[in-house]
């Protein structure tokens, strides 16, 4: 098949294709004779393996690590354990950064609302950012 259809068919485009081409995700292609790509079926699934593991919030990397290791024919389930594993710590990690960065705006606008109208007379540039929060808490 040509990379139009096998495009449609993997619900990507002609440009995404030669990319994963071009970074080693996908193997090239056949060529026929008057040197069009030509694609097989297995093209389909490698595509479709490749967007669910970008799903899956993996880089293109490591699903490209993940490809080797099958392309060399090995199973790589136990590799794919083991990346998912450490994107989840990242990803909750993440999470639990955003929830101190939300703790945190809060803090500030709660003092924002709070605060006499005449505390931004002495500001540099906006009294809200530059409030030492634990000092302010202090004197409570």
Not at 30 to 40: E, L, M, Q, W
Not at 43 to 49: G, H, I, T
Not at 64 to 75: C, K, M, N, P, T
Not at 114 to 139: K, R
């Amino acid at each position: 098949m040509q990379i139009g259809e096998l495009a449609q068919l993997s619900n990507t485009t002609a440009k995404t294709i030669r990319f994963y081409e071009d970074s080693g995700l996908l193997p090239p292609p056949a060529r026929t004779a008057s040197g069009y790509r030509d694609y097989g079926p297995e093209f389909v699934d490698r595509l479709r393996f490749i967007r669910r593991g970008q799903a899956a919030g993996l880089t293109l990397q490591k699903v490209r690590q993940i490809l080797v290791i099958h392309d060399r024919g090995e199973a790589p389930c136990g590799h794919v354990r083991q990346v998912l594993t450490t994107r989840l710590d990242e990803i909750r990690a993440q999470l639990a950064e955003l929830v101190a960065l939300e703790g945190h705006l809060q803090t500030l606008l709660d003092h924002a609302a709070h605060a006499p109208p005449t505390e931004h007379d002495h500001a540099t540039v906006c009294w809200i950012l530059e409030s030492d929060l634990n000092a302010d808490a202090a004197q409570d």
